[in-house]
């Protein structure tokens, strides 16, 4: 692989001049701190999906700008916190960076700049960044559509079967307004 485009080692400068883009995938394995938020063991995630866009922003009398774009998903098994089974979660991550020259110049724009300002490269680890970011995006809240198990008195309690075989029907939109939240 060219050494420029090894996204381990990126050369951000010269990525974001030639408005290059890399895109892959890889196991979570490959994804310590990720594989480390991973609920249960007997579900297997699919794997990382990741796209890198760089771009250089000509300003006038400033210089360029260097950016990257960064989009990354991943179907991830994380605990269901209304049955609290595993729930296969989609996690998304997109987020676009801000390349400048040093600390003090990133410090003295994160306060003015609503966009992500990081400190350029040109060995940068972009696949820790997809990490980074993908961990950050995950729900706080992980919740299936619709949970695999009934409530388990469904199996003991008569009445209660006889109910659920009917549910009423605002319990029904209920659950579908949960179910579109997600
Ligand atoms: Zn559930």
Same mark, same amino acid.
């Given at each position: 692989?060219? $050494?420029?485009?090894?996204?381990?080692? @990126?050369?951000?400068?010269?990525?974001?001049? =030639?408005?290059?883009?890399?895109?892959?995938?890889?196991?979570?394995?490959?994804?310590?701190?990720?594989?480390?938020?991973? !609920?249960?063991?007997?579900?297997?995630?699919?794997?990382?999906?990741?796209?890198?866009?760089?771009?250089?922003? *000509? $300003?006038?009398?400033?210089?360029?700008?260097?950016?990257?774009?960064?989009?990354?998903? /991943?179907?991830? *098994?994380?605990?269901?916190?209304?049955?609290?089974?595993?729930? &296969?979660?989609?996690?998304?991550?997109?987020?676009? !960076?801000?390349?400048?020259?040093?600390?003090?110049?990133?410090?003295?724009?994160?306060? =003015?700049?609503?966009?992500? %300002?990081? /400190?350029?490269?040109?060995? !940068?680890?972009? #696949?820790? &960044?997809?990490?980074?970011?993908?961990?950050?995006?995950?729900?706080?809240?992980?919740?299936?559509?619709?949970?695999?198990?009934? @409530?388990?008195?469904?199996?003991?309690?008569?009445?209660?079967?006889?109910?659920?075989?009917?549910?009423?029907?605002?319990?029904?939109?209920?659950? #579908? $307004?949960?179910?579109?939240? %997600?």
């Amino acid at each position: 692989m060219d $050494k420029k485009l090894d996204p381990q080692h @990126l050369d951000l400068l010269s990525f974001a001049r =030639e408005g290059a883009a890399l895109s892959g995938e890889g196991a979570l394995t490959a994804w310590p701190r990720l594989l480390e938020e991973q !609920f249960g063991t007997d579900m297997v995630a699919d794997p990382v999906q990741w796209h890198l866009q760089g771009r250089c922003v *000509p $300003k006038l009398g400033h210089g360029d700008e260097i950016w990257l774009d960064l989009n990354a998903e /991943v179907n991830f *098994p994380m605990q269901c916190q209304r049955c609290l089974s595993p729930a &296969l979660t989609k996690v998304q991550a997109q987020r676009s !960076f801000r390349f400048v020259a040093d600390e003090a110049s990133a410090a003295a724009l994160d306060d =003015e700049a609503e966009e992500d %300002i990081l /400190v350029i490269s040109r060995d !940068f680890d972009a #696949l820790a &960044l997809v990490e980074d970011e993908l961990i950050l995006s995950m729900p706080l809240v992980p919740l299936h559509g619709i949970c695999p198990e009934g @409530l388990p008195t469904t199996f003991t309690d008569p009445e209660f079967e006889v109910a659920a075989e009917r549910p009423h029907p605002f319990a029904v939109l209920a659950g #579908l $307004k949960k179910g579109s939240t %997600i």
